[in-house]
């Protein structure tokens, strides 16, 4: 009886893997309509490549794979067994290096599949929503096929993938914290209004307040620490003129003409803004060659000398500092933003059209239970997607880029000496990404006033 049961159990999740709905995790996710669900699962996917690529990174995992015997060549032996796998080449920056090439291949294989899927009744959509052990398989296999890729010029070609993906991904951050900014500020002030319970206010007024005092604070210590009376004069542009652009932002979003125009744009949104902006700053300021403009986190906490806490990244030098304070605010951001691309669902119309979404009718439709007693996910997307397949696919391609090149600390690597370096075309890429995001954020401030005929709402 047993094992009919079990037999039955596994026909049942067989169903949900290779069917045309995520039913596996259809009862535990905030919402169980289709599109939500098939996001939720794909943004797993690349979670799950960021863990695999974490842990080959750890401290002191090359060794503990060297303990196998028969697995690591010049490790542990076994007798009559010759040791095949090359274990530097499958831990450290070459292993994320491969991982993420590895995502970044199979999410652009399914943004190019997906173009132009108009609904749930286009064949292509039966593959997005459904069949998830292949994909998953798929995902394996071209992983896999990675780590069999010589070194040559891979690791210095893929660094400049990564530099220009990882500054696109970075605009799509912005735009999603400032969706987020806007639907957060316009939720609570409507709240107020209703309840006309000022606690709602006071909340709104407390989070801005904490976020200037973060930025400003942030910038007096970037003054401190990571600039020079007789040197880094990059650093001192770059701060002083983030400082600058964000005043700038904050004095025009409260501008009458703009309230006006937009109720619901206020100082919570260029507060966020500018704290976004600032750890921007430090974290292209961390990828400065020149360790006197660049003391390591460590050092400032211990009050200790910087060369002795962490070495220069001379050519030919193999200390590689993998994990910083930036590298994890980046990933915790990075988390944030994924979920939230997930199972968003916009209220403002230029923010969908950017992100290629539809405006949200609400995701609050119940899970329907089949004849097999399983609960699947609700279509609604027989008339319209709600998403664009294909650019979900896209900014998670990015995103792996993105993954990559923090996990790295954004250092370039360096196929003749097998080093890892801190670069300026990785400090240039950040700062210059954080000046295009402050002037998209400005340009939808001001954009209602300059084209009044157009709905911005």
Same mark, same amino acid.
């Given at each position: ?38 996001? !939720? /699962?794909? $943004? +797993?996917?690349?979670? #799950? ?5 974490? %842990? ?106 990564? !530099? /220009?993906? $990882? +500054?696109?991904?970075? #605009? ?5 914290? %400032? ?279």
């Amino acid at each position: 009886m047993g094992a009919c049961m079990a037999l039955c159990s596994l026909a049942s999740c067989a169903s949900c893997l290779c069917g045309s709905a995520p039913c596996l995790v259809c009862g535990c996710c905030p919402s169980s309509n289709n599109s939500t669900v098939t996001r !939720l /699962v794909f $943004s +797993f996917f690349l979670l #799950l490549g960021t863990m695999v690529s974490v %842990i080959m990174i750890l401290p002191g995992m090359e060794t503990q794979l060297r303990k196998i015997p028969g697995f690591c060549q010049g490790g542990a032996t076994i007798l009559g067994i010759e040791n095949q796998v090359k274990c530097d080449v499958i831990v450290g920056y070459k292993s994320v290096y491969r991982m993420c090439f590895a995502m970044a291949c199979f999410f652009f294989l399914f943004s190019a599949i997906m173009i132009r899927v108009r609904n749930s009744r286009d064949p292509r959509a039966v593959i997005q929503n459904g069949f998830w052990f292949f994909k998953f398989l798929i995902l394996v296999g071209i992983t896999v096929g990675a780590f069999f890729i010589p070194d040559g010029a891979f690791n210095s070609v893929w660094f400049y993938f990564g !530099l /220009v993906g $990882s +500054f696109i991904f970075i #605009l799509i951050q912005l735009i999603l914290l %400032i969706d987020f900014a806007h639907s957060w500020n316009k939720i609570w002030a409507e709240n107020a209004e209703e309840t006309q319970n000022k606690c709602w206010f006071a909340g709104l007024l407390s989070f801005t307040v904490l976020h200037y005092a973060l930025a400003f604070s942030a910038v007096v210590l970037f003054y401190i620490y990571y600039t020079q009376p007789d040197d880094c004069t990059e650093h001192k542009v770059f701060i002083s003129l983030n400082l600058i652009f964000c005043l700038i932002i904050s004095v025009v979003s409260i501008l009458p003409k703009i309230q006006e125009a937009q109720p619901h744009s206020g100082l919570l949104q260029a507060s966020l803004i500018s704290l976004y902006t600032m750890y921007v700053t430090w974290s292209a300021m961390t990828n400065n060659p020149n360790r006197k403009c660049n003391p390591s986190l460590l050092s400032l906490v211990s009050h200790a000398n910087t060369t002795a806490t962490q070495p220069t990244a001379s050519p030919g030098s193999g200390h590689v500092q993998w994990w910083d304070a930036q590298g994890i605010v980046g990933l915790v951001i990075f988390l944030f933003c994924t979920l939230y691309a997930s199972i968003r669902s916009s209220s403002n119309a230029q923010v969908n059209k950017l992100m290629q979404t539809e405006e949200g009718t609400g995701s609050g439709g119940k899970g329907v239970v089949g004849e097999d007693g399983v609960r699947r996910a609700v279509d609604n997307e027989e008339e319209n997607v709600t998403y664009s397949y294909s650019f979900f696919h896209f900014h998670l391609c990015l995103a792996s880029l993105y993954i990559m090149m923090t996990l790295t600390n954004w250092y370039q690597p360096d196929t003749t000496t097998q080093a890892m370096q801190s670069t300026m075309p990785a400090v240039w890429v950040k700062m210059c990404s954080s000046w295009l995001g402050l002037g998209l954020y400005l340009w939808t401030l001001i954009a209602p006033l300059i084209f009044p005929d157009r709905d911005f709402n």
